[in-house]
């Protein structure tokens, strides 16, 4: 951890939760490549950064691993004898970041890349 609790910072960019809309999907929408015969991953983008207007400064609360993208993919159940084989679309993998929570005011907080923070003396 490069910067310390309580250390005061600034920055001009701020990562955000993107809302996810209740996107769903079935595995008709995901198309199988003929040369492979592997069904194609979909990609959802967790995580945006936003640039600031003016920069602002705070005080390093804490880090969090956070989830950046998540990659869907469909899942095929082969059955048995008493049920069909079945389909369903389900997390293959995701990726993580890490961030900084920084407060800039009472109770006001960002998460901050730490290559978007610059430390204050």
């Given at each position: 951890m490069k910067y310390r609790l309580g250390q005061k910072v600034k920055y001009k960019r701020?990562?955000?939760?993107?809302?996810?809309?209740m996107q769903y999907w079935i595995p008709d929408?995901?198309?199988?490549?003929?040369?492979t015969n592997e069904i194609e991953e979909k990609e959802l983008?967790?995580?945006e950064l936003i640039g600031l207007e003016k920069e602002r400064t705070?005080?390093?609360m804490g880090r969090r691993r956070l989830t950046f993208r998540t990659y869907l993919g469909v899942e095929i159940?082969?059955?048995?004898?008493?049920e069909p084989p079945s389909e369903w679309v389900?997390?293959?993998r995701q990726e993580y970041g890490f961030a900084y929570l920084v407060a800039y005011g009472m109770g006001?907080?960002?998460y901050v890349?730490?290559?978007d923070l610059k430390e204050v003396n």
């Amino acid at each position: 951890m490069k910067y310390r609790l309580g250390q005061k910072v600034k920055y001009k960019r701020i990562s955000k939760k993107i809302e996810i809309d209740m996107q769903y999907w079935i595995p008709d929408d995901f198309e199988e490549n003929p040369k492979t015969n592997e069904i194609e991953e979909k990609e959802l983008m967790r995580r945006e950064l936003i640039g600031l207007e003016k920069e602002r400064t705070g005080y390093v609360m804490g880090r969090r691993r956070l989830t950046f993208r998540t990659y869907l993919g469909v899942e095929i159940d082969s059955g048995d004898n008493f049920e069909p084989p079945s389909e369903w679309v389900d997390i293959k993998r995701q990726e993580y970041g890490f961030a900084y929570l920084v407060a800039y005011g009472m109770g006001q907080t960002n998460y901050v890349l730490e290559e978007d923070l610059k430390e204050v003396n």
